[in-house]
């Protein structure tokens, strides 16, 4: 059993900052690729940013050069740092990663997601 648990959402002025986290935990061999997805009312869920466990990162074209994805390998923690935020960023971000749970088995996990807020 895998469980992602992320932190950090809330509620935030336009041009304000947030970071989230997540961490994954249970039956873990090691984490390819994790990343942080999101999905507001009535859109697709849509990639956000992504990172492998070499460290190369990729981002979907709304959030370049304002969102900055990191991980730590030894904590199995994927970090999204939020700058310049605007109400179009408004949506429940969810965590995503490939995880391996033993030689031979790799699953893709989500969590639970965590809501995030743009508005004055």
């Known amino acids: 059993q895998v469980q992602l648990v992320e932190s950090g959402g809330g509620l935030v002025a336009p041009g304000g900052s947030l970071r989230l986290s997540c961490v994954a935990a249970?039956?873990?061999?090691?984490?390819?690729?994790m990343g942080w997805y999101r999905q507001a009312p009535g859109k697709q869920r849509e990639l956000v940013a992504t990172v492998t466990s070499g460290g190369n990162t990729n981002y979907g074209d709304s959030v370049k050069g304002r969102f900055t994805i990191s991980r730590d390998n030894a904590k199995n923690t994927v970090v999204l740092q939020m700058n310049s935020l605007k109400p179009e960023d408004t949506a429940v971000y969810l965590c995503?990663?490939?995880?391996?749970?033993?030689?031979?088995?790799?699953?893709?996990?989500w969590g639970q997601g965590t809501q995030v807020t743009v508005s004055s």
């Open positions: 995503n990663a490939d995880v391996r749970t033993s030689i031979f088995s790799v699953r893709n996990d």
């Open positions: 249970g039956r873990i061999f090691s984490i390819s690729d």
